[in-house]
């Protein structure tokens, strides 16, 4: 892009329009996943939904390529496209509680953590991540899960209405009852119909948590998983735990004798009582004795940012994803092999559950297709260390490659990895995939959305 055209750009914007000559622009390519080295021809920064509407109208008018930038957590790095403008809406970080209506209006470029700091002070809160600096904007557009999902549904579900600028540049606000369509398709379709500016939740009464911790040697994952995939699914919806593969961390609350173990494990969230935490967790018991098992009431944003210093920004990440509705004994025995060769201390494998109360909400309610899914899996080959990039890909190409088959066939949109192509978006939507390229016929007919696991305009794809 020549100085002149972004110069132009500059002068149809209050926020910082930063490219590669600028001091600045380093630090502002940089995202959450130092795997992807993406060079954007412009950064701009918008102030706010006037920025966003001329930064489109600019980027659409001249031909370039656009990509949005929410809180810079995509795996495969979404939020940059090479030689085009990343619209970041980082300086879109504002939350208004309405304690007395139970709602929160959110900037688009918010990250979770603000989220939840914002409406604690009020003993409320809405499902979404468990990592605090995720951004609200990519993670509620592909659908959002996390600790408070099996209690009150995806982030999505509680979702009210969304303010987005469209690729005419025009300002809507999406809801039940304007631009439903729309409504309808941003709750899972993810960022392929317009630039949201800000969304509106639905909050639930939660303060303090439950916070569980258990783990037992890895070669016990046959007796635990097996016991986990039976206990999860009609375990009363207070009690969220999510199956985990991972080393343990060099610290707290962890007893050095574990420090570099291999383990397989539970993370849990109460929501009931947390005094009778202890008790509601005594089943962990049953499968085997744990080699570690911790619980303590804990704010509940304390629980969302528990993860966040073990994996700051900037470290290498390569992943997949996949949905499950059952995990049968040999899909165990793949997991066994791969918890046994975890290639790096930081790699892992989630199995966060997506059933309860995220099974009430109607399929066709929202394009969130798998409300038959049990959990949504991932598998992450994770290091600080550049030069063992290639070894975390291939663990977790291998890893998913060997599970695929036990799968539902289909993946949480914000778990696709780098490289996965358009089969694997329709199999992430099903037999949604139609209703929403009409959709996006109607609020996006060019494409200008792209940047993102496409929806395409057109039959073909
Ligand atoms: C460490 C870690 C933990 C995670 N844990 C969870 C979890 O517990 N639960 C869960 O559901 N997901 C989780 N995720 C996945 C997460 O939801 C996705 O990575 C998501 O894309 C992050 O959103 P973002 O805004 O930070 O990303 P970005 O990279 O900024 O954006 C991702 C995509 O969303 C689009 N987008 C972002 N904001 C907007 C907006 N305001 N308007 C329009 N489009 C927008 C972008 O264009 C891009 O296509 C996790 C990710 C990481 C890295």
Redesign the pocket.
Known sequence: MDSATLDAMRTSLRGPVIGPQDPDYLQARS???AMIDKRPAAIVRCADAADVMNAVNFIRDNGLEL?????????P???LVDDGVTVD?SPMRWVRVDPAARTAQVG??SQLRDLDHATHGFGLATPT???SM??????T??????YLTRKYGL?VDNLLAADVVLADGSFVTASETEHPDLFWALRGG??NF???TSFTYRLHPVDNVGVGITVWPVDHTREVLTWYRDFLPQAPEDIYGFFTLFTIPPGPPFPEQLHGQKVCGIVWCHTGDPDRTEDALAVVNEPAPPAFHFTAPMPYPALQSMFDEL?PTGYQ?YWRGDFFDRIPDPAVDVHLKYGENLPTPLSLMHL?PVDAAAHRVAREDTAWSYRDAVWSGVFAGVDPDPANAETVKQWCVNYWEETHPYSMGGS?V??MGQGEDQERVRATYRDHYDRLAQVKRTYDPDNLFR??QNIRPTQQY
């Open positions: 995202i959450y996943n990509a949005v930038r929410g809180g810079g957590h995509s795996g790095g979404l939020c809406l688009g470029g991540g468990i990592v995720t951004g609200v904007g990519g993670l557009l592909g659908g959002g899960h996390g982030t993810g960022g317009g630039i949201v994996i990440w966060y949480y914000n778990f940047a993102n």
